[in-house]
C-alpha cells in the first residue's frame, strides 16, 4: 500500500460516463442515495432537498456540474451515492450533497492539466489520469454563485 | 465538522402543508384565513394579503428549528424564503409571509395544479 | 221400255199350258181306257178260241185292272202330268229351266200350264224354295252383321292386345333393366356393407391406437408438467439465490461506502489516521472483490436462470402444444369412433339394402318370369284374335257368298235384287226416253243400299250412270261414257243367257271399292240384247239390304 500525502488524495467518482476526482478534505461523507425532493423553481443543477443527520440538504447533480447531462432524476430514492461535502469558502462551512453514480476508491492524483476555475459555478481546475481513466479535478471551494 | 444550524425560531408555531410533493411550513402568525376547497386542497389567506393554494394542510407544528437558506440554495433558486427546516425526517421549506413563492401562490378563480 | 208382245217372247206361257195339258189328259185317259177294253176282249176271244191259257186270262184280268188304275188316276184325280202328252213337256221343261235358273216367279207363272195338282205342288215347291231362299238371305245378313261385329271386335282386340303385348315388352324390358340394376345394387350394396365392415374395423384399430397414442401423449404431458414444475421450483430458488446476491452485493456496497468514510475519517485524522485509512483501504478493495465475485456469480447464476426461463417457457410451451395434441388426440378420438360407428351404421344399413335388394330381385326375376309368361300369353292371345279377326273376315266373305247365293233366286221380295233390278227395269222402260237418266238418279235415290245406277247399251257401253259417294248420302250424276262393262262376267253371261245375273265380288269401276252388280237385261222386241239396267251394292254395305 502506497501511502498518500492528504493533498494529493482524491475521491473518484463517476457521473454517468464522466468521471472526477473531489479533494479529500472536502469530502464530508459517502453514504447512499439520499431521498430527494424537489424544489420547484430551482435551476437545473438543484436537484433538490435532501435530509441528512436532521438537517436539510441542498443537493447538486454532479453530472450537471461536470457539464453532463442530469444523471439522476429528482424526488426519487435512485441507485448511486450522495457526497456529502463542504462547497465553497465561506465560514461556517457550508454542506451540500453531491449526486453520483458511483463512488469508486480514494487515490492519490497528480493533476496532468490545469484548466482554471471552468464549468458551472467555476468549480472544475483540472484533469488527471487515474490509473487508464481521464478524471475532472474538481475543487467546491471554488464554488461561485454565478 | 458539522456545520452549526442556526435556528431561526424554534419556538414559532407553523401550519405544514403539502404542495408540488415538497413540504413546506407558514408562519402561523401569518395564516389569516383558511378556505377548503374540493378535496383536501386548501386556500391560505395571508395577513399579507397573499393567497396559497396547498394540496394538502398537515397540520400545526411549534419548534422547528428553522436553518437559512445558505449560498447554493440563494444561488440555484430564485425564490425568497425564510429557511430550511426538517420535519418528521423531510426537508421543508419555511416561506416567506411577505414574498411567498410562486409555486404555491393562488391567483384566484378555481383553485389548480400549478405546472411545475 | 215397254214393247208389244212381250209376253210371247217369254220362253213360257204357264197359264196356257196348264189348260191345254188338263183336257188333253181327259181325253186321253179315255182313248187308252177304250183301246184297253178292245185288247182285253180281243185277248178273252183268242184264249176261248185256242184252248185259253191260263196266262192269257190272267193278261186279261190285269189289263182290266191297269185300265182302271189309269181311269182313276187320270179322271178321277186328274193327275195327267207324269203321262202328260207330248206337247205339255215344253212347258214343263221350261218351268224347271227357269227354276234352274233362280227365278221362282217366272217357274212358278210357267207351272200354271202344268195338271192342277202339279200346279199346286210346283208352285208350293217354288214357295219353300224362295223362303228357303229368303231366309239363307237373312241369314247370311245376319251371318255378315255378325261377322262384321266379331271382326270389329277381334280387331279392335287384336289391336288391344298388339298393344297390349308391346306394353308388355316394354314392361318386361324395363322389368329386366330393374333387374339388373337391382342386382347391380345388390352388388354395389354388398361390397358398400364389405367396405363398410372393414372401414369399420380400421375405424376400431384406428380409435384403439389413437386412444394409445393419446395416453402415451397424456403420459408427456405429466413428465412435462413435472419438468416444469422442477424448473419453476429451481427459478424459485435462483430467485432465491438472486436476493441473497443483492444481499451480498447490497453488503458489499455498503461495506465500500463504509470504507470509504473510514478512510475520509482517516484522512481527517491526520497522522493518526494513516494506519486506519490502510485498512479502510483493504475492506474497500475486499467490498470490491465481494462485488466483482458476486457480479460473477450473478452473471453465473443469470445464464442458469436464463436456460431455466428457457426451459420453463420451453415446457409452458410444450406442455400447451402437448395439451393441444392431446385435445386433437381426443377429438381425433371421437371423430373416428363417430367415423367407426357410422362405418358401422352404413355396414348395417348396406346389408339390410343388399337383403332387401336380393329379394327385390327375386322378386323382379319372379316378375320378370310371369312377364314373359303374359307376353307369350299375350301374344298367342294376339295370333287367336288375327286369327279370329281372318276367321271373321272369312265368314264375311262366307256371308257375302251366301247372301249371293240366295241372291241368285229371283224372289217376289224388295230384299231380291234381281227383283229390284227387274223393277229398276220395269221403271226404267216405262219412262219416256227423254227421262231416262232422270228415272234412273231417282231409282237410285230410293235404294239406300245401292252404291250405282248404270245403264248400258247392248254392247256394254255406258248411258247413264249415278252414284252414290257415301253410304246413305246424296246422289250425283256422272259420266257413263267412261264406263265399259264388255269384259265383265256378269256382262258375259247375261249377254248368252238374257237373264237377269248377280255378279261375284269385284272392283267397282266408279269408287274403286269391293262391289258386286245385279244386272237386268233390257230385250228387243227380236229378242237381242238391247242394253242392261245394272245397280252396284258396295261389299260392306250390302247388310243394308
Given at each position: 500500500m502506497t501511502e498518500m500525502a492528504d493533498a494529493e488524495r482524491y475521491l473518484l467518482l463517476r457521473a454517468g460516463d464522466a468521471f472526477c476526482a473531489l479533494p479529500l478534505q472536502q469530502v464530508r461523507r459517502v453514504v447512499r442515495a439520499l431521498t430527494i425532493h424537489a424544489l420547484p423553481g430551482a435551476a437545473p443543477e438543484l436537484l433538490g432537498l435532501a435530509e441528512f443527520a436532521g438537517e436539510p440538504l441542498p443537493v447538486l447533480d454532479l453530472g450537471m456540474l461536470l457539464?453532463?447531462?442530469?444523471?439522476a432524476a429528482a424526488g426519487s430514492q435512485v441507485a448511486g451515492v450522495t457526497v456529502v461535502a463542504r462547497i465553497g469558502d465561506s465560514e461556517p462551512p457550508e454542506i451540500a450533497g453531491l449526486a453520483a453514480d458511483e463512488a469508486l476508491e480514494i487515490s492519490a492524483l497528480e493533476m496532468t492539466r490545469g484548466t482554471g476555475a471552468s464549468g458551472r459555478h467555476g468549480m472544475v481546475v483540472g484533469e488527471a489520469l487515474a490509473g487508464e481513466r481521464h478524471v475532472t479535478v474538481l475543487d467546491l471551494a471554488a464554488w461561485k454563485a454565478a | 465538522m458539522r456545520p452549526v444550524p442556526t435556528v431561526l425560531a424554534s419556538g414559532e408555531e407553523f401550519m405544514l402543508l403539502r404542495r408540488h410533493g415538497g413540504l413546506w411550513a407558514a408562519p402561523g402568525s401569518a395564516v389569516h384565513a383558511c378556505e377548503a376547497q374540493a378535496g383536501e386542497r386548501v386556500i391560505l389567506r395571508l395577513a399579507s394579503g397573499a393567497q396559497l393554494e396547498a394540496d394538502q394542510v398537515l397540520g400545526m407544528v411549534r419548534g422547528l428549528g428553522v436553518r437559512s437558506l445558505g449560498a447554493v440554495l440563494r444561488t440555484c433558486w430564485t425564490e425568497s424564503a425564510r429557511g430550511l427546516a426538517v420535519h418528521a425526517g423531510e426537508p421543508c421549506v419555511v416561506i416567506d409571509e411577505a414574498a411567498p413563492p410562486e409555486a404555491l401562490r393562488f391567483h384566484g378563480g378555481v383553485a389548480s395544479e400549478v405546472e411545475e | 221400255m215397254p214393247s208389244e208382245g212381250q209376253e210371247s217372247r217369254r220362253p213360257h206361257d204357264p197359264s196356257a199350258l196348264a189348260v191345254t195339258g188338263r183336257v188333253t189328259a181327259i181325253w186321253l185317259a179315255w182313248g187308252m181306257g177304250v183301246a184297253l177294253l178292245l185288247a182285253g176282249g180281243l185277248l178273252l176271244s183268242s184264249a176261248t178260241a185256242y184252248g185259253a191259257p191260263r196266262w192269257l186270262l190272267m193278261a186279261f184280268v190285269g189289263m182290266v185292272f191297269a185300265t182302271a188304275v189309269l181311269h182313276y188316276l187320270w179322271?178321277?184325280?186328274?193327275?195327267?202330268?207324269?203321262?202328260?202328252?207330248?206337247?205339255q213337256s215344253r212347258e214343263v221343261a221350261g218351268a224347271f229351266d227357269e227354276l234352274g235358273a233362280g227365278d221362282l216367279i217366272r217357274g212358278a207363272a210357267l207351272s200354271k200350264a202344268l195338271p192342277e195338282s202339279v200346279h199346286e205342288r210346283f208352285t208350293g215347291t217354288t214357295a219353300a224354295l224362295g223362303a228357303l231362299a229368303q231366309r239363307i238371305q237373312d241369314g247370311s245378313i245376319q251371318l255378315a252383321g255378325t261377322a262384321e261385329g266379331v271382326e270389329g271386335v277381334a280387331s279392335d282386340l287384336a289391336s288391344g292386345a298388339s298393344q297390349q303385348a308391346a306394353s308388355v315388352v316394354e314392361i318386361t324390358a324395363a322389368m329386366e333393366e330393374l333387374s339388373r340394376t337391382a342386382a347391380q345394387i345388390a352388388q354395389s350394396s354388398s361390397e358398400q356393407a364389405d367396405l363398410a365392415s372393414r372401414a369399420e374395423a380400421s375405424g376400431q384399430a384406428g380409435s384403439q391406437a389413437v386412444q394409445s397414442a393419446a395416453q402415451g401423449v397424456a403420459e408427456v404431458q405429466q413428465r412435462i408438467l413435472g419438468i416444469s414444475a422442477r424448473a419453476d421450483a429451481l427459478g424459485t430458488r435462483a430467485k432465491e439465490i438472486f436476493r441473497v446476491l443483492d444481499l451480498i452485493t447490497e453488503i458489499a456496497q455498503e461495506t465500500h461506502i463504509l470504507s470509504l468514510n473510514a478512510a475520509i475519517e482517516a484522512a481527517a485524522a491526520g497522522d493518526r489516521g494513516r494506519r486506519f485509512a490502510v485498512v479502510a483501504e483493504e475492506v474497500r478493495r475486499l467490498a470490491q472483490q465481494t462485488r466483482e465475485s458476486v457480479d460473477s456469480v450473478r452473471g453465473l447464476l443469470e445464464e442458469f436462470a436464463g436456460a431455466i426461463r428457457s426451459t420453463v417457457v420451453a415446457t409452458e410451451e410444450g406442455s400447451k402444444e402437448v395439451a393441444r395434441v392431446l385435445d386433437r388426440a381426443r377429438a381425433g378420438a371421437a371423430a373416428i369412433g363417430e367415423l367407426r360407428d357410422a362405418a358401422g351404421d352404413t355396414a348395417r344399413v348396406a346389408r339390410q339394402i343388399s337383403s332387401v335388394t336380393h329379394q327385390q330381385t327375386a322378386a323382379s326375376d319372379e316378375v320378370l318370369t310371369t312377364l314373359r309368361d303374359l307376353n307369350q300369353v299375350v301374344q298367342r292371345m294376339s295370333r287367336d284374335l288375327q286369327e279370329l279377326n281372318d276367321n271373321a273376315r272369312r265368314l264375311r266373305r262366307v256371308g257375302i257368298g251366301t247372301q249371293l247365293l240366295a241372291q241368285t233366286f229371283h224372289l217376289d221380295s224388295p230384299r231380291s235384287l234381281k227383283h229390284v233390278a227387274e223393277a229398276w227395269r220395269a221403271r226404267l222402260e216405262s219412262a219416256p226416253r227423254t227421262e231416262l237418266d232422270a228415272t234412273l238418279g231417282e231409282l237410285l235415290r230410293q235404294t239406300p243400299f245401292a252404291q250405282t245406277g248404270f245403264c248400258s247399251d247392248g254392247e256394254g257401253r255406258g248411258v247413264a250412270l249415278w252414284v252414290r259417294p257415301q253410304p246413305g248420302g246424296e246422289v250425283v250424276r256422272e259420266d257413263?261414257?267412261?264406263?265399259?262393262?264388255?269384259?265383265?262376267p256378269w256382262f258375259r253371261s247375261l249377254q248368252r243367257d238374257h237373264r237377269t245375273q248377280v255378279s261375284q265380288p269385284h272392283v267397282s269401276l266408279v269408287g274403286g271399292e269391293n262391289c258386286f252388280t245385279v244386272a237386268a237385261p233390257r230385250l228387243n222386241p227380236d229378242g237381242s240384247l238391247a242394253g242392261v239396267i245394272a245397280v252396284d251394292v258396295s261389299a260392306s254395305g250390302w247388310t243394308a239390304i
Open positions: 457539464g453532463e447531462a442530469s444523471s | - | 179322271v178321277v184325280r186328274g193327275h195327267a202330268v207324269t203321262l202328260a202328252p207330248w206337247w257413263a261414257r267412261r264406263i265399259d262393262v264388255r269384259e265383265r
